[in-house]
């Protein structure tokens, strides 16, 4: 199966909290990440986890991590129209000399 | 402006020829990436190269082929042999292969008809 796995659409209205969920296989996975996507462009670093925490807050992104069952979640406080895009969850294995792992993305569409 | 570039940002070709799609990075970055995005689709690593003149096969290699002669430059090649070479390409770089951070390019669309 996929290594790293993410529901593929999230629809909320504009001022909802957003939160896009992820869950990974790899329990000696180091580092955890959320990337942005908007339409036609690169990949956009939001934030990442460290595996030895278990939540990081910064400004409208809150990132849990539960390491027992595996699962990585980004919330987005007060969702605008331009948060709408694709967003990626992947891990980053234990091991030296890998790179690193997405999920497939997950579609956030915001609506005012 | 420190940042990577690819260029064309969009690309069209005949079925049969081969393509090489350019990468340039300005961050003095060790380690570059090539993936490859299709529609409902995560990135796929294709090669990864951790230093100059070094590079490894990522997890779709086949069809594929790249050089590193620069620090900054990480060109990726489509082979004829590639059945499926339509798609979104997104190159990429790190301080090193350990860094927590990856910097992405705007991404090249490669067209095959």
């Known amino acids: 199966g996929e290594d790293v796995e993410q529901s593929l659409f999230l629809s909320v209205r504009e001022g909802d909290s957003s939160v896009i969920n992820c869950t990974y296989t790899?329990?000696?996975?180091?580092?955890l990440y959320w990337y942005k996507q908007e339409p036609g462009a690169g990949l956009q670093l939001l934030t990442y986890?460290?595996?030895?925490?278990d939540m990081k807050q910064d400004q409208r992104l809150t990132v849990l991590l539960n390491k027992k069952d595996k699962h990585l979640s980004l919330r987005i406080a007060d969702t605008q129209t331009g948060d709408s895009a694709i967003y990626f969850c992947?891990?980053?294995?234990?091991?030296?000399?890998?790179?690193?792992?997405f999920g497939k993305g997950t579609t956030l569409s915001v609506s005012s | 402006d420190g940042g990577i570039t690819q260029s064309p940002k969009y690309l069209f070709r005949k079925e049969g020829q081969n393509v090489t799609l350019s990468c340039e990075q300005n961050?003095?970055?060790?380690?570059m990436y090539w993936y490859r995005q299709d529609p409902g689709q995560g990135l796929r690593l294709i090669y990864y190269?951790?230093?100059?003149?070094?590079?490894q096969k990522g997890d779709i290699a086949e069809g594929y082929s790249v050089s590193r002669e620069k620090k900054e430059s990480f060109p990726l090649t489509v082979t004829s042999a590639q059945k499926n070479p339509t798609a979104f390409y997104l190159c990429?770089?790190?301080?090193?292969?350990?860094?927590?951070?990856?910097?992405f390019g705007p991404g090249t669309r490669l067209t095959v008809t």
């Open positions: 986890i460290f595996s030895n925490m």
């Open positions: 992947a891990e980053r294995k234990g091991q030296a000399g890998t790179a690193l792992i």
């Open positions: 990429a770089s790190s301080i090193s292969l350990l860094s927590y951070e990856q910097y």
């Open positions: 190269s951790q230093i100059v003149n070094d590079f």
């Open positions: 961050l003095n970055h060790d380690a």
């Open positions: 790899d329990s000696s996975s180091t580092y």
